[in-house]
């Protein structure tokens, strides 16, 4: 396997990871839930799903092809809380996400040097590739980040759980041993 195919493997993998945190975040909470903030200055967590959804139908749509900030995106209502639900959320969360994973299906290794425009700026692809994993994963730190705040000793933990990296570490040197 070339390098280029391997990279494009490895960061699916990695979009699929930073997506799953997000996942488990939001199947936790309630429609109330989604649209909690700290302050006026916080966004809530249907708020930045409404942002990472036009983003990523902004990036990816034709992503090859056309600048990566589309004219019909209007980023300043991405920041305005108009989710109703848990369900129009994931909806949302869905649909960016489907965008995303079928144009990175569609790239090879010979892609990867190409340039590409965001807001008229050249990347590569594998530039802008990374520019958006970063992105998501901040958005996505913010998301799980809200609900443990919003759930306090309801959280269900989404990685080792305090207490027991030991034993966790036993358990995949068995694994893969």
Known sequence: ?????EYLKVIIKRFQSVKELGDKTIGQLTDEQIHWVLNEASNS????????????LSRWTDFLTSDGEK???NRDQEFEDTIRS??????LWENGWNVLFQALHELNGNDLLQTILIRSEKHTVIDAIERQLAHYAYHIGQIVYIGKLIKGKDWETLSIPKGQSEAYLEQMQRKYN
Do not use: D
């Open 71 to 73: 004219p019909a995106r």
């Open 86 to 91: 848990v369900q129009e959320l994931k909806s």
């Open 45 to 56: 967590i249907a708020v930045i799903v409404k942002h990472l959804n036009g983003n990523m």
């Open 1 to 5: 396997m070339r390098v280029e195919e």
